[in-house]
């Protein structure tokens, strides 16, 4: 497996190694030891998520406060889509600032999203599925959004169309909320 860090060096986008021939491909999807490895530091998952979205949606950002935040191990199996990590860790030098990567079937990457980050996607094709494995359990009461066209973030969507967005995440928080503490 190849591991990069992005422009924020905690994100890690993580390509695996095919296996292709005529009958079709194998690639190991996960290695614990090696995904420790990878990013330096212990993890345990305790959840996996299962995601549809037809063309054009877009979800997010979401997040989960202490103590429940989640970091999340994401790959896309079906489709295409661009995949956005916010750090809202307000004692990080890189705090508000965003990185991304197009996560696909085809290009079989995956993006490492550490706990202190806010995540989101845009479905590129014309359905998209998400996997992802999460390192704490979903908390209704620790879960939040913050506004996916805040003008702070200034995140570069690759917008075609006004994206659909449900009621939920068009409730999302400005980033300048962080400012006044979680």
């Not at 305790?46 to 997010?60: M, Y």
Request: aromatic fraction near 12%.
């Amino acid at each position: 497996m190849k591991v990069t860090s992005l422009a924020i060096a905690d994100v890690k986008l993580i390509e695996p190694r095919v296996f292709g021939d005529e009958r079709g491909f194998f690639f190991e999807s996960f290695n614990h030891a090696q995904f420790e490895q990878a990013i330096g530091r212990p993890v345990s998952f305790v959840q996996d998520n299962h995601s549809h979205s037809v063309k054009n949606v877009l979800r997010g950002l979401h997040y989960q406060s202490l103590p429940y935040s989640q970091g999340k191990l994401v790959r896309c199996v079906v489709g295409a889509v661009f995949d956005v990590a916010v750090d809202i860790r307000q004692e990080s030098p890189t705090f508000g600032r965003w990185v991304s990567a197009v996560l696909s079937a085809d290009n079989k990457r995956q993006l490492w999203i550490p706990e202190g980050f806010a995540h989101g996607f845009l479905t590129l094709s014309d359905s998209a599925e998400l996997l992802y494995k999460a390192t704490s359990y979903y908390m209704p009461q620790s879960e939040s959004c913050i506004n996916w066209s805040d003008v702070n973030l200034a995140i570069d969507w690759p917008l075609e169309n006004k994206p659909i967005v449900s009621a939920r995440d068009k409730q999302g928080h400005d980033f300048s909320w962080f400012g006044s503490g979680l």
